[in-house]
């Protein structure tokens, strides 16, 4: 098929999609793909320069009212990096929920809503959370990925008041961070979940660093940015044998006509030892 594929990435907070699937993201988009964001949560309780951070030093919090409205402003703050750092990867859909995630929870109203989004966007392929993440109870990544699955479900029928017909995803790929182990090959798999896709970023990287950089309120930009990207990126690089990368796990097996080798596992295959760690070597500049 050489359709362009849909693609919709569904974080918990704003840097989520960035920081998990933003060097996916500006290949497909730069591909012609049509890629998309949902944002289920505002994030001002994560990271913010005011709520998280300058609450923390603080003797006494604002009273309930002028809290709701800091937290709002804080809010649209987040909306407007959430959507600098998109541009950075060439995606301008977004769609933003505004829950607030001090209790994020699996629940019938969140769960329709974004079935709705599903059936109005039809993407191809979901990018999310995975659903056991942590302790798979509390965390909001956890339950954001719960609330993705239960959506598919539901967006695979039709539900009153929705006119727009079924949709099914064709598949599901959940980040890696904070879920799985990373992997070189399958005997490092001693038991748990494994990345077992990964995405090789090092031609975009520049570009999410762009990206994160732009999520000012949230302490991302300058150092934190680069540092994100040359541990947690080079470290899925190594496992996918490239300079950086991101990982997935994949939700549902794949079927081919023919055994899948990748033009990058053949292009390894016939590199030497040094011109592998060439490919290693290569640095963000800072």
């Not at 320069?49 to 030093?57: C, G, P, T």
């Not at 809290?67 to 402003?73: A, G, V, W």
């Not at 060439?90 to 769609?95: K, W």
């Not at 695979?156 to 064709?170: F, I, K, M």
Request: charged share 25%; hydrophobic share 40%; net charge negative.
């Amino acid at each position: 098929m050489n359709d362009p594929l849909r693609m919709l990435s569904i974080g918990a907070h704003p840097a989520d999609i960035f920081d998990q699937s933003g060097g996916t993201m500006a290949h497909h988009a730069a591909r012609g793909d049509w890629v998309g964001c949902v944002v289920l949560t505002h994030g001002a309780r994560v990271h913010d320069q005011v709520i998280s951070e300058e609450m923390f030093h603080r003797d006494a919090v604002p009273e309930a009212d002028e809290l709701r409205n800091t937290m709002r402003e804080r809010a649209g703050v987040k909306e407007a990096e959430t959507r600098a750092a998109c541009a950075a990867l060439g995606v301008e859909h977004i769609v933003f929920f505004g829950a607030d995630d001090a209790v994020l929870l699996v629940t019938e109203e969140v769960v329709r809503r974004l079935a709705r989004v599903l059936r109005e966007l039809r993407p191809d392929v979901v990018l999310t959370h995975f659903p056991k993440e942590d302790d798979g109870i509390t965390s909001p990544h956890a339950i954001t990925g719960q609330i993705v699955m239960h959506a598919l479900r539901l967006a695979g029928s039709v539900d009153p008041g929705d006119r727009n017909p079924p949709h099914r995803a064709a598949q599901v790929f959940y980040f890696g961070i904070g879920a799985a182990a990373t992997r070189h090959g399958l005997w490092d798999q001693t038991g748990g979940y494994a990345c077992d896709v990964f995405v090789d970023i090092t031609d975009v990287a520049e570009k999410k660093l762009a990206a994160l950089d732009a999520l000012v309120s949230q302490g991302y930009g300058g150092a934190y940015a680069r540092k994100r990207i040359e541990t947690s990126d080079g470290a899925f690089g190594l496992a996918g044998n490239c300079a950086y990368g991101e990982g997935f796990i994949s939700h549902n097996p794949t079927t081919h006509y023919y055994l899948p080798v990748t033009d990058h596992a053949l292009r390894q295959a016939r590199s030497s030892d040094h011109e592998v760690m060439d490919g290693y070597s290569f640095k963000l500049p800072v």
